[in-house]
């Protein structure tokens, strides 16, 4: 039962365009919301957050939307670098993280 | 730095034979956490420790066991590895239950 989905498996952007990660959860009682990135050979590292409460969080370069109709969020990186490249993991928490399968952004220079 | 370390990085096995993947932490967080990965899946939580106290995941299978000696250290043993077996393991650690999760960079496992 997969209660957080990334449907894109992959995703290749320009430098300096937008990237937009997608992520879709079932379960309605998730209380807060984390993207993380993972280098390879490197463990994920946190990237950021939101809470349910809120439909926007933003820091920097990225930004995390959050609808709780749709049950959807996605991460908004803009203007994407050649550095963002790496695998995306969206995971929302109850009492627990639920991890996706994460999104492999290639950023091209 | 302070920081999360899991060794090996890279571990063979052969079917069924006993194995020990290891994690150490600097943080000094209450929390450790082992997670499997395997090919295009999404981390999978197998058990956490709160302090000494151990949760264990539903689902994980008897197959798997942990121990916490200290607050540093925590390590994950496959008592008898089977093919389906083969996956990265992820340690992660955080302060407390709803903190931020800090990973290890992970052991990757091939069962021969």
């Known amino acids: 039962d997969q209660q957080v989905k990334q449907n894109s498996p992959s995703l290749s952007v320009q430098e300096g365009r937008i990237s937009i990660l997608n992520c879709d959860y079932t379960n309605s009682m998730f209380d807060y919301f984390l993207w993380y990135k993972k280098y390879p050979a490197e463990g994920p590292t946190f990237l950021i957050s939101?809470?349910?409460?809120?439909d926007k969080n933003e820091d920097g370069r990225f930004t995390v939307f959050l609808n709780k109709s749709a049950k959807h969020l996605s991460l908004h990186i803009v203007p994407s670098q050649p550095g963002d490249s790496a695998v995306y993991f969206c995971a929302a928490r109850r009492d627990k993280l639920v991890f996706g399968a994460g999104t492999i952004l290639r950023v091209k220079s | 730095d302070a920081m999360v370390i899991q060794n090996p990085r890279y571990q063979v096995t052969q079917f069924g034979k006993p194995v020990t993947l290891s994690c150490s932490q600097t943080l000094n967080h209450n929390v450790m956490y082992w997670y499997q990965q395997k090919s295009s899946q999404a981390p999978k939580l197998l058990f956490h420790?709160?302090?000494?106290?151990?949760?264990n995941e539903a689902d994980t299978p008897d197959n798997f066991q942990s121990r916490r000696p200290n607050t540093s250290f925590c390590f994950l043993d496959i008592r008898s590895p089977g093919l389906g077996d083969a996956a990265m393991y992820l340690c992660?650690?955080?302060?407390?239950?709803?903190?931020?999760?800090?990973f290890g960079p992970g052991t990757r496992l091939t069962v021969l």
């Open positions: 420790y709160y302090d000494k106290d151990f949760n």
């Open positions: 992660a650690t955080s302060r407390e239950y709803h903190n931020e999760q800090f």
């Open positions: 939101i809470s349910s409460i809120k």
